[in-house]
Nanobody, 125 residues
């Protein structure tokens, strides 16, 4: 069974940092672009960051640029990371890891085939 499992969420004060992780099981995604999305209560799921299959290309949403960093480790089980710095209350959301069927970065949620269950990030003011 193919699974993406996120971890690392939690409660943090504004200005703090968190590092989210996503581990794949059931198959490798070393040939696939991957990404992070988030969904706040009452809002639609929104793109946060994407990384190409080699990790050489990344793209971010305007809100994530300069504060978040996406990376990946294809060494064994594919792992995806999101380092989040200078967190704001507006960053509060459930964060989802996703894998695309293609190799290059993508920002649209419908271009992702596999999704994790999400991890809650809460930023207090």
């Amino acid at each position: 069974q193919v699974q993406l499992a996120e971890s690392g969420g939690g409660l943090v004060q504004a200005g703090g940092s968190l590092r989210l992780s996503c581990t794949a099981s059931g198959r490798t995604f070393s040939d696939n672009a991957m990404g992070w999305f988030r969904q706040a209560p009452g809002k639609e799921r929104e793109f946060v960051a994407s990384i190409s299959w080699t990790g050489s290309t990344t793209t971010y949403s305007n809100s994530a640029r300069r504060r978040f960093h996406i990376s990946r480790d294809n060494a064994k089980n594919t792992q995806l990371f999101l380092q989040m710095n200078s967190l704001k209350p507006d960053d509060t959301a459930v964060y989802y890891c996703a894998a695309s069927s293609g190799r290059e970065v993508v920002v649209r949620h419908y271009e992702y085939t596999y999704w994790g269950q999400g991890t809650q990030v809460t930023v207090s003011s």
